[in-house]
């Protein structure tokens, strides 16, 4: 993939190295049959797991017309379309770049693993596609920063699924800290994520025989590897992959929580300029999970604060490495990734500031004093499904050509909060601050850090150069 430009024809003649299969979608199956060709935008998705299901969520956007999937694993592809397709007939592909190529697509939605999601997304882009891509949106910072100027070169209009951004109530929230209702911010909490683990169990010396096609292609730019049921459905654990995916995972529910950070401080187009390892890494539970301590029926402990958080509690039951990292921001602000699951906001951040508290998570809002969210104007909880107003924001900048809520850029910049975690507790230094040059993306005072910036990728699915 090292040339500078690729037709569609030889794109999906050079094709075995796919991460996706397709699939017709017709509106109707969504409910949306009544808007007129004119009027819609014609999407495809590409990866048929859980989080495609997200296209159900756009089912009350009128503009908004699913007409393909796509998935490398085939038997998952038809069962998507038998369980959505509502009986109508659809087509299913054996890659993602044929389904581009034959159904005339306007717009695709990337729900694919993270460390297929580069490759595939920019793949798209040069053959025209606008891109919903989910979150986490890369597997590196530099990955991450070549689809920034891949969708700027081809002038691509992009959402990031980082769904908080478009939520009235969190956006309402969000501007309360940024317009100075706290005064000047000074400290924020967030939660302490576990991070991913790395696969030893087996190697690709340990690889007998032919592969698979579709396990070659879901493996991308991973080391190959004998096919394990472990790594295959549980990718979101291992390091190869993801970089902590799983619930109260760095970059599962860490990226909302970053990109939540970013929107309340006025961050979107820059990041921290410390980082701060405060503890070993290790193995730990991520809360007590116990009632609260109470004496004479009154919380020990408590602030007053209403916490936001027990809507997620009981999904963030986990073990894995865990160590708390400090950030500061230019401003003098200080981001403490410090929280355990079964305390605050685990899709969200506690912002504390000279005149109060303000505790933002999904869809939900506490301060103190409480007053501050008491306003009028409050837009109060969600009318719809929690995604559609992101699709919306997308199918309607794709209209006007307008950068979206999660702009590509935005979802960089909260991603990189994650791998900066993930990197400096892979260094383990302990106590000393790693410098974070957030214009050239580099640390000034860590070589060591800077060689976990990028990683090399399997021959065949090396990024394609930009024309």
């Not at 999904?315 to 200080?334: D, Y």
């Not at 007053?371 to 309607?396: F, L």
Request: glycine residues 10%; hydrophobic residues 40%; aromatic residues 8%.
């Amino acid at each position: 993939m090292t040339r500078s430009h690729w037709t569609r024809r030889e794109m999906l003649k050079a094709g075995a190295a796919t991460v996706a299969l397709p699939v017709l979608v017709p509106a109707g199956a969504l409910g949306l049959a009544g808007a007129a060709p004119s009027e819609t935008v014609r999407v495809g998705v590409i990866g048929c797991g859980g989080r495609a299901r997200v296209i159900r969520e756009g089912a009350d956007v009128p503009a908004f017309r699913v007409v393909a999937a796509a998935d490398c694993e085939f038997r998952k592809a038809q069962n998507y379309v038998k369980q959505l397709s509502g009986g109508a007939k659809w087509g299913c592909y054996a890659d993602f770049r044929e389904m581009i190529e034959k159904e005339k697509l306007d717009a695709v939605m990337v729900e694919t693993t993270t460390h297929a999601r580069a490759w595939i997304t920019v793949l798209a882009m040069q053959m025209g596609m606008d891109v919903y891509i989910e979150k986490p949106m890369c597997l590196t910072i530099a990955e991450g920063r070549y689809m920034v100027n891949a969708a700027r070169k081809y002038q691509k209009v992009t959402q990031v699924g980082t769904q908080q951004r478009s939520m009235p109530i969190n956006n309402w929230a969000s501007d309360l800290v940024k317009n100075g209702v706290l005064g000047k911010i000074l400290t924020v909490l967030a939660p302490n994520f576990v991070g991913p683990e790395r696969w030893t169990k087996t190697s690709t010396k340990d690889v007998k025989g032919p592969v698979e096609p579709w396990w070659d292609m879901w493996t991308n730019q991973a080391e190959l590897r004998p096919y394990e049921s472990a790594l295959h459905h549980g990718w979101a654990r291992w390091w190869d992959y993801d970089g902590g995916g799983l619930c109260f995972g760095v970059t599962g529910w860490g990226t909302h929580s970053y990109d939540q950070i970013n929107r309340a401080l006025g961050t979107d187009d820059t990041g921290p300029v410390e980082v701060l390892l405060e503890e070993p890494v290790a193995v730990r539970q991520t809360g007590r999970f116990a009632p609260r301590e109470t004496v004479g029926g009154v919380v020990v402990g408590d602030t007053g604060d209403i916490d936001t958080g027990t809507d997620y509690h009981g999904m963030a039951k986990l073990t894995g490495p865990r160590a708390k990292v400090t950030m500061k921001f230019a401003s003098g602000t200080e981001l403490k990734l410090h929280l355990d699951g079964d305390r605050g906001p685990g899709l969200g951040a506690i912002f504390i500031g000279e005149k109060g508290k303000l505790e933002i998570n999904r869809n939900k809002i506490a301060s103190n004093p409480k007053e501050i969210v008491r306003s009028k104007d409050n837009p109060g909880p969600n009318r719809r499904a929690e995604t559609a107003y992101h699709i919306e924001n997308w199918i309607e900048c794709i209209k006007s050509r307008k950068r979206c809520n999660a702009d590509i850029e935005i979802g960089l910049r909260a991603t990189t909060l994650c791998y900066l975690v993930n990197i400096v507790r892979d260094v383990g230094r302990v106590g000393e601050v790693l410098k974070w040059d957030p214009v050239a993306e580099r640390f000034t005072n860590c070589d060591e850090a800077n060689k976990l910036l990028d990683r090399p990728r399997r021959k065949g699915f090396e990024l394609p150069r930009l024309a």
